[in-house]
C-alpha cells in the first residue's frame, strides 16, 4: 500500500526553525507531486506547499512565503518543508500527501500521511 510518513516536528521557539521530512514507501515518489499542508485545533486542514514530482515547480500559501521552503530527493523517496522563522501561529499537525499526478494543479489528494505535531511557542 501507498505510505506517507511525517517526521521532524517538535517544539520550537518563535523565530526557530524546523524542517519536517516526508518518506514515502510503496510507489515510485517521483512519478508524483507532493503537497504539505497543516490543521490546527479547531480550524479545518489548509495547504502549506507543494512541488511537482520533479521538483521543477513549487507554490505555497501566502502565509508561509519567504519563510518555508519545500524540496525533494527523489532517490531518497524523501520530501522536505523546511520552516524558518517560525510564528506561533504556525503550530498545527503537519501532513503531506500525494496524488497520482505529476503537477500540484489539478486532480485529488488522494494519499495521506499520519502528520506530525509542530508547536511554535515561548
Known amino acids: 500500500q501507498l505510505q506517507l510518513v511525517e517526521s521532524g516536528g517538535g517544539l520550537v521557539q518563535p523565530g526557530g526553525s524546523l524542517r519536517l521530512s516526508c518518506a514515502a514507501s510503496g510507489f515510485t515518489l517521483d512519478y508524483y507531486a507532493i503537497g504539505w499542508f497543516r490543521q490546527a485545533p479547531g480550524k479545518e486542514r489548509e495547504g502549506v506547499s507543494c512541488i511537482s514530482s520533479s521538483g521543477g515547480s513549487t507554490n505555497y500559501a501566502d502565509s508561509v512565503k519567504g519563510r518555508f521552503t519545500i524540496s525533494r530527493d527523489n532517490a531518497k523517496k524523501l520530501v522536505y518543508l523546511q520552516m524558518n522563522n517560525l510564528k506561533p501561529e504556525d503550530t498545527a499537525v503537519y501532513y503531506c500527501?500525494?496524488?497520482?499526478?505529476?503537477?500540484?494543479?489539478?486532480?485529488?489528494?488522494?494519499?495521506w500521511g499520519q502528520g506530525t505535531q509542530v508547536t511554535v511557542s515561548s
Open positions: 500527501a500525494t496524488k497520482r499526478y505529476s503537477y500540484c494543479s489539478g486532480h485529488d489528494w488522494k494519499y
